[in-house]
């Protein structure tokens, strides 16, 4: 059954003191038909875990470290992305579907790693 996920946000941010603020509209709506819901907690600390995703390639990812940091690879990218524990988020959007494989990396523990990706 397909269903739709809607997003909506802009960023906004001065480019210059007395300039009118550029701005970034962040809105997402896509029909997706599968979904994972992620709450991992971590004990022991991991290197480039895998994380089954149970679609071939994700559309849209959000993933938030709650209690440490977390570093996250998709699709067997050499370097990772820090997620700063508490405050750190990451989100990718790509209508076509190009996220096919995540890995996580944490040398804190415990780590809670919370998130969302559909297909």
Not at 44 to 67: C, G, N, R
Request: hydrophobic residues 50%; proline residues 3%; neutral net charge.
């Amino acid at each position: 059954m397909s269903r739709t996920l809607s997003f909506t946000g802009e960023l906004s941010w001065p480019l210059e003191d007395g300039k009118q603020a550029a701005k970034m509209n962040l809105a997402v709506s896509l029909v997706y038909s599968q979904a994972l819901y992620l709450e991992k907690i971590y004990s022991v600390t991991a290197t480039d875990e895998a994380l089954e995703l149970p679609m071939s390639s994700a559309k849209f990812l959000i993933l938030q470290a709650l209690t440490a940091d977390i570093i996250v690879k998709l699709n067997g990218a050499a370097i990772g992305i820090t997620i700063k524990a508490g405050a750190g988020f990451v989100m990718i959007h790509n209508p076509d579907g190009a996220i096919t494989s995540i890995t996580v990396s944490t040398t804190t523990v415990p780590a809670t790693l919370k998130g969302y990706a559909f297909a």
